[in-house]
Nanobody, 122 residues
């Protein structure tokens, strides 16, 4: 499975961005999809996940209420709508995929996209 993330960019604090990740698989609906991020000098961290066929969603506490993860299985695409962005959201954002249940552990995800940079200016 190949994942292609896009949608990053430079935005002012308080602004919005929508990230997209397209997967090259015919069984996309069977995968739990997630977004992780990695800021300079920091470890990669979980941001949000969505279960197969749009099941359960999970969010990092600091993004809950500001970010929304969704998926369109007909387009093999997962989205991350990011609102009320803060400078501390600045990072490279990665999409990831795994079979079966959700997880917040990066090591549990098998497939990874190349990352897209989000920069939030103050």
């Amino acid at each position: 499975v190949q994942l292609q993330a896009s949608g990053g960019g430079l935005v002012q604090a308080g602004g919005s961005l929508r990230l997209s990740c397209v997967a090259s698989t015919r069984t996309f609906s069977l995968y739990t999809m997630a977004w992780f991020r990695q800021a300079p000098g920091k470890e990669r961290e979980f941001v949000a996940s969505i279960g197969w066929s749009g099941g359960s969603r999970d969010y990092k506490d600091s993004v809950e209420g500001r970010f929304t993860i969704s998926r369109d299985d007909a387009k093999n695409t997962v989205y991350l709508q990011m609102n009320s962005l803060k400078p501390e959201d600045t990072a490279v954002y990665y999409c990831a995929a795994k079979r079966y249940g959700g997880s917040r552990r990066a090591a549990d995800y098998i497939y990874w996209g190349q990352g897209t940079l989000v920069t939030v200016s103050s």
